[in-house]
């Protein structure tokens, strides 16, 4: 017999819970009562700093004098860390006090970030920036900028519109910032771009900064009001010619299918609701039993194994006096809806050069002793075709989810010639095989297959051309002044045209021919000078700033037309519709035309203090006059303070 003396008394234990007891109580770990003190190599606390054992959730932080406490089983390890400092960790044996002393990361102290118009050393911002590098972005391979943002930086959000190949997202930084438009300001290469930043190829970018808060982006006035996005792209470095190919090729395929019911279980439901209702059953025992599993329209549906491809090289190099980069790339993914049938694919061309020249230098000189020019271009084209999206009724996707499972994907011989007798436009397969219709009772749902073969198409183009041609010249040691000019000219446009066809008796009855065609452009130009100086006294005061001012003006006009009851039903040549002199008054179905424009002026300036890099100061303030606001209110004012 065994017994445990426990909280002063006695448990008789047989002998298996004695055993199981004793090694239980053997094998869990000792715990230590840790405390102790995170400061710097000066001595100074450091307030907040993580400590946690790796692989768990037991952790805690500094208090304001650095202090700390912490339970620990015996022989853990200790991981303490905080922004700006070196990691270290310490295995816990039988030390109840520490002082741990953490020392500067000077590589990621001394890391530059992009901030308006400059840079500036990470230890010394006193904004909200995040910066994000291009070993981080090209770890997925994406295929669009926003996309391998995503899940990078605190505070932005960035959601895709639809699953369609090519659908724009919507990128947030913090919320929603104003009523009408929450979008951010992109700056590319100095360069304001409009439509976001997914023409850009992924590869070609060193570095993205996000500024996030009133401080980082009061500096590009009103329109930073809901934050501001800084691309920087690749450029050349001195040294040998390097030539560098990158590619990839992949399967996509749905991760999960909708829970729905075969065929059997749709007409066990279907009797269920026939009985409640005081009817009889629909179908018999026989049926059920011989119906098997019907048609799974879902896998129909989806495109199993659908392509995606990218293809990149570059040539960069250059000599003290020249560098340069050169890219070019090719993206293409098929959508696993439509895209075995050319009806969602997404295709992108992408074309930069970014050159910089010494056009003079002499180090002996003191005044205008370097003058430094540089062009940077890119070119984008895309391409898409998409299917209706975010919708249950009507939609490919919810017609998979929600057509009967009794019907097969084509009429039997007898029901296909009845349905041509009656619907010479009914919809076939390249074979000529007429897709089933849906059984009575289902409104605005049709054949997803026939869906995926009913003739019309839809095909939007963009064509983007952003350039930025500038030149720098050091004026004085430290006093720099740079200007550029910059350009965003941008084509987008949409082709579509739909023929008669028959799928149901609702939604997918069309009995005329139409085509559609919308054009559109924009150009903005863009005009920048700017002083910036930064010099260091005495070694411990290091101050900054910089002044300047920005003009630019944005134009756009559009124009669309359509058409109906067509004479030339090829595809191909179905826009030759609207240059055939014989028309009759009904055909003519409608056009949009429109214009719209807004110039701006603007003056900026920054200036920043820091002591030994320790305590920062920054003050900036931007003037805008925009030929959008009011007659006596043309120009606004936007300052900011931080430290």
Do not use: C
Request: proline residues 4%.
């Amino acid at each position: 017999m065994k017994y445990e003396l426990r909280d002063n008394k006695i448990y008789i234990l047989h002998e298996a819970l004695a055993t199981t007891a004793t090694s239980s109580k053997q094998d869990q770990p000792q715990r230590v009562d840790v405390k102790g003190v995170v400061a710097d190599s000066n001595g100074e606390p450091i307030i907040g700093a993580n400590i946690s054992i790796p692989g768990t959730t037991t952790g805690t932080i500094t208090d304001y004098d650095g202090n700390f406490a912490l339970t620990v089983p015996r022989g853990s390890v200790l991981h303490f860390s905080y922004i700006g400092y070196n990691s270290q960790e310490i295995r816990i044996t039988d030390q109840t006090t520490l002082n741990v002393v953490m020392t500067e990361d000077s590589e990621m102290l001394d890391e530059l970030v992009v901030v308006g118009y400059g840079v500036q050393k990470k230890s010394v911002v006193t904004a909200a920036i995040s910066r994000v590098t291009a070993e981080e972005l090209n770890t997925n391979r994406p295929s669009r900028v926003e996309d391998a943002l995503k899940g990078k930086v605190s505070g932005v959000q960035i959601t895709q519109s639809s699953g369609q190949p090519g659908s724009d997202s919507k990128f947030r930084i913090r919320g929603v910032g104003t009523v009408n438009n929450s979008d951010p300001l992109f700056i590319v290469d100095g360069m304001e771009v409009g439509g976001g930043i997914n023409y850009l190829n992924p590869t070609d970018i060193q570095s993205v900064e996000i500024l996030k808060d009133a401080a980082s982006s009061a500096i590009y006035g009103a329109r930073g009001a809901n934050g501001v996005v800084l691309v920087t792209t690749k450029s050349g470095q001195e040294g040998k010619v390097q030539v560098n190919y990158d590619m990839s090729y992949g399967w996509q395929n749905p991760w999960k299918y909708k829970e729905v019911l075969n065929a059997q279980e749709y007409m066990v439901i279907m009797n269920e609701s026939d009985i409640n209702d005081g009817n009889m059953p629909r179908y018999s025992h026989d049926q059920i039993a011989t119906i098997g599993k019907g048609t799974d329209w879902q896998k129909e549906t989806f495109y199993k194994n659908a392509p995606v491809q990218s293809h990149q090289v570059s040539i960069s190099g250059g000599s003290p006096k020249i560098k340069y980069f050169i890219s070019l790339g090719y993206f293409d993914q098929a959508g696993i809806v439509g895209g075995d049938y050319n009806k969602s694919n997404y295709s992108r061309w992408s074309l930069r050069s970014n050159n910089t020249y010494e056009v003079f230098e002499d180090i002996n000189r003191s005044f205008l002793n370097k003058v430094t020019a540089g062009v940077n271009v890119g070119y984008s084209r895309g391409k898409s075709t998409g299917v209706e999206t975010n919708s249950e009724y009507g939609s490919i996707l919810g017609s998979a989810v929600t057509f009967s499972p009794l019907v097969p994907v084509y009429a039997s011989e007898d029901d296909a010639a009845s349905i041509l007798a009656s619907r010479p436009h009914a919809v076939t397969d390249s074979q000529g095989r007429v897709f089933s219709l849906p059984p009575s009772g289902f409104q605005e749902i049709a054949n997803p297959i026939g869906m995926l073969n009913q003739p019309s198409s839809g095909v939007n183009n963009d064509d983007k051309f952003v350039g930025t041609f500038w030149g720098e010249i050091d004026v004085l040691p430290g006093l720099k002044f740079r200007s550029s000019y910059g350009v965003d000219l941008s084509f987008w446009g949409y082709d579509a045209h739909t023929f008669p066809y028959f799928l149901a008796s609702q939604g997918k009855d069309v009995q005329f021919s139409s085509v559609q065609s919308e054009m559109n452009r924009g150009f903005r130009w863009q005009l920048e000078n700017y002083f910036s100086y930064n010099n260091t006294f005495n070694d411990v005061h290091n101050l900054s700033f910089v002044l300047g001012q920005s003009a630019s003006k944005y134009t756009a006009r559009n124009l669309g037309g359509s058409d109906r009851d067509l004479l030339e039903t090829d595809p191909i040549k179905a826009q030759i519709n609207s240059a055939i002199a014989d028309r009759k008054e009904e055909r003519a179905w409608g056009g949009t035309f429109g214009h719209n424009g807004v110039t701006t002026a603007s003056y900026f300036g920054r200036i920043d203090y820091n002591y030994a890099e320790r305590y920062m100061l920054q003050a900036t303030v931007r003037q805008d006059g925009s030929s959008n606001f009011g007659s006596n209110n043309k120009w606004g004012v936007f300052p900011s303070f931080s430290a």
